[in-house]
């Protein structure tokens, strides 16, 4: 992916990011702990009849982080209010098609129920509406500080036997390196922040009948972090929701099954736009 630019937040910290193509914008949110290159494959679907941008969230990629961020978390909020600053800086003031995965899931309710008026439809990819469990909320933390201590995302990794099906895994994919390399290319400060900010994200279950634009909830069949149970009772609680489950995928689906992925990404955003 290429195309970088940059722009600045209301607390000075500059982020980079992707703007490709032309056309209706389609805003590509990476997930935990990854970079805007997850979205490679969608980059080239979509940019020969889009406008695709695509941010490095605080912390990851070539993105910056604010000073204490690491030791104070980065509240889903925040990184909504960061993706306002990319549009702002693109120039972008129509409506948006906002695609989050994972942790991008997470900012993206956010920015549906702080800036309504800037979206145009929805795509929640692999993520949840429901708040960390305590004990889940307690490994994050444990991870930050971790990462921290050893100033090395070398904690993380643990985390790829599930991001990936054990198909993907078992037959080692494409995929498995190119996570892999993501997440030992995240910054100790950038995993920290967001696990925090994560540990501490609220429930937006009992909001989602306010989300009231088109909606797409796409999920990997073999997801074991958001299962396609979860993600289908999502999709039948918001308006206009849709939803549809990727074959032979898991929780990675747009690197695990692109090809699938793709096919209902575009289906959907040609309806919506």
């Not at 994972?102 to 702080?114: I, P, T």
């Not at 439809?121 to 490994?139: C, H, I, K, W």
Request: glycine letters at 8%; one cysteine or more.
């Amino acid at each position: 992916m290429t195309a970088a630019c940059q722009a600045t937040t209301s607390d000075g910290v500059e982020l980079a990011y992707a703007d490709i193509g032309t056309g209706p914008v389609v805003t590509l949110v990476h997930g935990f702990p990854l970079d805007r290159s997850m979205w490679d494959e969608q980059v080239a679907a979509l940019a020969g009849t889009y406008r695709v941008i695509a941010p490095d969230l605080r912390g990851f990629g070539q993105s910056g982080i604010g000073p204490d961020d690491a030791r104070n978390g980065v509240p889903m909020e925040r990184y909504a209010a960061d993706l306002v600053a990319v549009l702002d800086a693109a120039g972008v003031r129509e409506p948006v098609v906002l695609a989050g995965f994972s942790m991008g899931g997470y900012v993206a309710w956010q920015f549906a129920l702080r800036t309504p008026e800037r979206l145009r439809a929805l795509v929640l990819s692999d993520t949840r509406a429901a708040a960390d469990p305590p004990e889940a909320a307690a490994n994050r933390r444990a991870m930050a500080e971790r990462v921290l201590a050893e100033n090395s995302p070398a904690a993380a990794e643990g985390m790829i036997s599930k991001l990936l099906a054990p198909a993907t895994l078992a037959a080692g994919l494409p995929a498995v390196a190119r996570v892999t390399a993501m997440i030992r290319g995240a910054s100790p400060a950038g995993i920290a922040a967001a696990q925090i900010g994560m540990a501490v994200r609220p429930d937006v279950r009992d909001r989602l009948g306010e989300i009231v634009c088109p909606a797409l909830a796409i999920v990997g069949a073999e997801d074991a972090i958001s299962p396609p149970a979860e993600m289908r009772e999502l999709a039948a609680a918001l308006p206009q929701g849709r939803f549809v489950e990727v074959p032979m995928a898991g929780h990675m689906a747009p690197l695990e099954n692109p090809a699938a992925y793709n096919a209902a990404l575009l289906d959907f955003v040609g309806r919506a736009v």
